[in-house]
């Protein structure tokens, strides 16, 4: 695919890779650490890549079912499908990742600012893309852990339609399709249903009434056109959108709520032009949320009933030229956010404006250089500055060392500020630093990644003995990881091993729930065509909490491992059959404390592509 012929997703999205997908095709262009094309070669950064053939191999029903997979990566969560989680990268909290969605910057609807992936639908997902460490000297705030970019555009012609069933009365249905209309238009359609009927998530609640099934149900809706007026320009229009209605338990009262609805629309539209060195994209977002928390003996317009209400304008405008061995682009972004925080409440909003400069230079076929600035001024928290430098040395063929060093910041969210009782209006921004040393390489057919990286955030956002926010002094985390693939006759396997230590500097706790040391083992064989997945994960022992006047010591929540099995097969070459059995062998654990996680559930569907 020759440079001029990429997508304008391509150039719209940030697209990652890894160790995992590295030996694939070097030759793939990505734009995530640096917001310029680049061969994936180049990359300095751990970045790693989900396919949608990954997910119809792997099968999973949620996109936290994706992300657990992935190195560096901690999953927290309230209960099943739909349920409240949390995910944490590298130790950092979960608020400290960036999710673009199609390139464009999710809004968030929680009172920390964090993104709430089970409400995600998967079926939108077509590629997932994901790097590890600090990026707000290219995306601005929250880009202290990393940045995670969900990819829901089709690239190329044609259709698909499946459905499912599985354990708890789950049922699912999607179909999409692409199509062009003449040369240079190409039209998309998606949608998608997720029902299950779930479990008792919280079975020690003091409600009586809530000893039942919390289910959850899932309509999404996709579309786009895309047009190309000539060799050097082309444009798009985008929307999609998704509601989603999640049954959760009473914890002390009949009168809690115990229902949630989130609505959410999304409209994307843009432009690009590439011309011989020179490309150039203006892209234009507005996003709506609506997430209602209620009581469902009452409905969700009585009394008592929360309404967390988001709005997100952005305009993305970038520039990146050829220069020498390398690239350098720059260019601004804009986002203004306004929040309802509950019914009847004040309305907030805040502006930010952000500048950045990148560049990358190769010297001499074996030292690449990169760095980048970016300038963030906000209406909230005036003006934010922030760097970030890489070096790599291939000193043998096949064998390179890397170190890199970047700042990051992370603006308090509007709940922290503004929510409640428990917000405080002077809350400064999050700031880090990190640095990183990396040693990858191909020996014979193994290809493995080493890497130790120090994170310090100061002005971490904690909470007080009265759950009212607060900054606290640091927080530092270390750890080390090791990621390899190897291809042994017919198997593929993949492997992480990591070692994290992530504390308090104040009082030397460590922070609530991240495993001390993670294993995660994949192995992948075709045989007879059937084509079979087995995912390994062990989690070490975590804390699920922080020490307050209410809990003067830390809960330790005990290690567990888990296998799922995924089998598919062609039965002709339309149509192919799935079966999947997560949790394997039936393993009893918590991430969260007090409430249950599955246990074995199993899972059947059909597709057929046309």
Known sequence: MSYKKLSLLAALSATAFSGW?????????VVTANRFQQPVNTVLAPIDVVTREDIDRWQPKSLNDVMRRLPGVDIGQN?????MSSLFIRGTNSNHVLVLVDGVRLASTSVTGSIDFSQIPVSLVQRIEFIRGPRSAVY????????????TQKESDGGKLQAGVGSKRTQTYDGSVRQHLGENTAVTLAGA?????????????TVPADADNDGFRSKSLWGSVEHRFNDDLAGFFR?????????????????DSDVRQLYSKSFDSGLRFQHERWSSQLVGSYQTYKDYNFNSTNGNYSTGYSLAEITQRSVLWGNAIQVGSGTISGGADWRREEKKPGTGSETYSR??????????????????LEGAVRTDDSTQYDRHNTWQTSAGWEFVPDYRVTLSYGTAFLAPSFGQLYGGWWANSNLKPEESSQWEAGLEGTT?????????????????????????????DKATIKGIEWTGTVSTGIFSHSVVLEYLDPRKDANNEVLARRAKQKAKYQLDWTMYDF??????????????NATSSYNPEQRRLPSYSTVDLAVSYPVTSHLTVRGRIANLFDKEYETAYGYQTAGREYYLNGSYTF
Do not use: C, H
């Open 21 to 29: 997908a590295q030996q694939t095709d070097n030759n793939t262009m």
């Open 79 to 83: 209960g099943g499908r739909g349920q």
């Open 140 to 151: 601005g705030s929250e880009a202290i852990g990393g940045v995670i970019n969900i990819i």
């Open 193 to 205: 249903f997720d029902e299950t009927q779930g479990y008792n998530v919280y079975p020690s609640s």
């Open 239 to 255: 929307s999609y959108g998704y509601n989603n209605t999640t049954d959760y338990d009473r914890i002390y009262s009949d009168s």
């Open 351 to 368: 502006e930010n404006t952000g500048l950045y400069l990148s560049a990358q230079q190769r010297y001499f076929d074996q030292l690449t």
């Open 444 to 472: 014979g057919p193994l290809f493995w990644r080493l890497a130790a990286y120090r994170n310090e955030i100061k002005n971490l956002i904690d909470s007080d003995e009265n759950f009212k926010y607060f900054n606290t």
């Open 531 to 544: 084509d079979v997945n087995i995912a390994y994960q062990y989690n070490g022992k975590r804390f699920d």
